[in-house]
Structures are given as structure tokens and as C-alpha cells.
């Protein structure tokens, strides 16, 4: 697309007389079309509850994307602290607002520590996933387990929707976010659950794949 916007600026500049100006807004709506806009969306995971927003994973998977030469990908935090599946769901056409080209869905967490019924939170993500593919956003689902003092019976409940939302929709799958992470003491802040900023970096480290492959869809 660049080469072709380019190409189009030369005949535009030789058979016009372009000014330099003009020629200087070409290049900027050239790199316009390249950016790839990544919308994290999700809850306190997302959202960097405790931290300062530069340590939150959508801040620094930002400059590891543009330190690895995916300058022209733009992460936002569209992260909200104590937020369920249910608001994740209401403020998806927000979302779609900032016409994300990936979206990173992490959500449910909270469902799962409300005991809120798993018939429920997987309608809620399918809900958001159909919105999401309606609009032709390539959508990295995040998967999340939840605690076993919940009972096995809604554990494996809860546990399952990922996996069978992320087949039935051919999504990029996390299967979970909190992977290396979660109830250790050195990667939370303390509560075993919200990470540090050394615990975003393994969260990083590990979903970094699954944005490329992204990210790769996207410039097919």
C-alpha cells in the first residue's frame, strides 16, 4: 500500500507540480494507511490496576512491538479496572469507535471471582466476539481459569469457554493470560491475582506470539 500511495505521489507531483507540502501530506496519509491500531480491551488486568499506565501490559507490549520494528503498530489501553463480560459487552461498540484493526480480548475474570453463572459469561464473550467479526477485526482471545476454591463443577465450567469460544470462532487463542504469573507472591502485587510491572513483562513475553500471528493476518 505505502509502494502504491508512493508511486501515486510521483505521478501526482510530475504531472501536477506537487508542492513540497503537498508531497509531505502524502507520505503522512501513506503511513496513515500502514498503522495497524491494537485496542486492549479488557479489566484491572488490562487496565494496570496498581500501577503506573506506562507498566501496564498494553504500554509495554507497545514499545516492545516498536522495538522489534512494528513501529506502525499502536497499542491502546482500553482497559477498566472491577469491569465484568457483561460491560466488557456494553462498551463494545465504543470500542469499535477507534476502528481497532486487533483486538485483545481479555475479560471475565471477574464473572468467575463473582461466582456469576458460566452460561452467562460465555454468551457475554460470544456476544462480543460476533461484534468483533461483524466488523472484521482480528481478535486475540485471551483465556482465563479460575480459582479452585469455586468447586470443580463451575471451575471446569468457567475453564472451558475459551477454548470453545476461540475453536468456534477461529480466533488467536492465549490460553491463559496469567500464565507464570498468577498466585506467585514476586510477579503480584500481593494479592496473588493483580500482576506487577515484573509480572506484565512475563504477560508480554507471552502474548507476544500470538499478537504477531496477528498482526500477520492483518497484512495478508
Known amino acids: 500500500m505505502r509502494v502504491l500511495l508512493f508511486l501515486a505521489g510521483i505521478m501526482m507531483f510530475v504531472g ?24 486492549a480491551v479488557g479489566d484491572s488486568l488490562t487496565a494496570g490496576y496498581g500501577l503506573n499506565e506506562e507498566e501496564s501490559y498494553p504500554a509495554v507490549l507497545g514499545l516492545k512491538l516498536k522495538s522489534d520494528g512494528y513501529g506502525h503498530c499502536q497499542v491502546i489501553n482500553s482497559g477498566v479496572s472491577s469491569e465484568t463480560s457483561s460491560g466488557a459487552l456494553s462498551r463494545i461498540d465504543w470500542v469499535l469507535g477507534m476502528k481497532p484493526d486487533i483486538v485483545i480480548l481479555e475479560t471475565g475474570a471477574n464473572d468467575g471471582l463473582r461466582g456469576i453463572d458460566p452460561d452467562m ?10 461484534r468483533l467479526n461483524d466488523a472484521e477485526v482480528i481478535t486475540v482471545l485471551a483465556g482465563m481459569k479460575m480459582v479452585w476454591n469455586l468447586g470443580p463443577v463451575y471451575v471446569k465450567r468457567f475453564n472451558d469457554i475459551y477454548p470453545k469460544l476461540a475453536d468456534e470462532f477461529e480466533t488467536v487463542f492465549m490460553p491463559f493470560f496469567l500464565e507464570g504469573v498468577a498466585m506467585k507472591r514476586k510477579m503480584t502485587i500481593g494479592d496473588g491475582l493483580h500482576p506487577n510491572a515484573e509480572g506484565y513483562k512475563v504477560i508480554v513475553e507471552n502474548i507476544y506470539p500470538y499478537v504477531l500471528e496477528a ?6
Do not use: F, W
Not at 17 to 37: F, N
Open 121 to 130: 459469561v460465555e454468551k457475554n464473550i460470544r456476544d462480543i466476539l460476533l
Open 16 to 39: 501536477t507540480g506537487c508542492t513540497r507540502e503537498e508531497e509531505k501530506e502524502l507520505t503522512v496519509e501513506s503511513d496513515k494507511q500502514d498503522e495497524i491500531i491494537i485496542v
Open 215 to 220: 498482526v500477520m493476518k492483518k497484512q495478508k
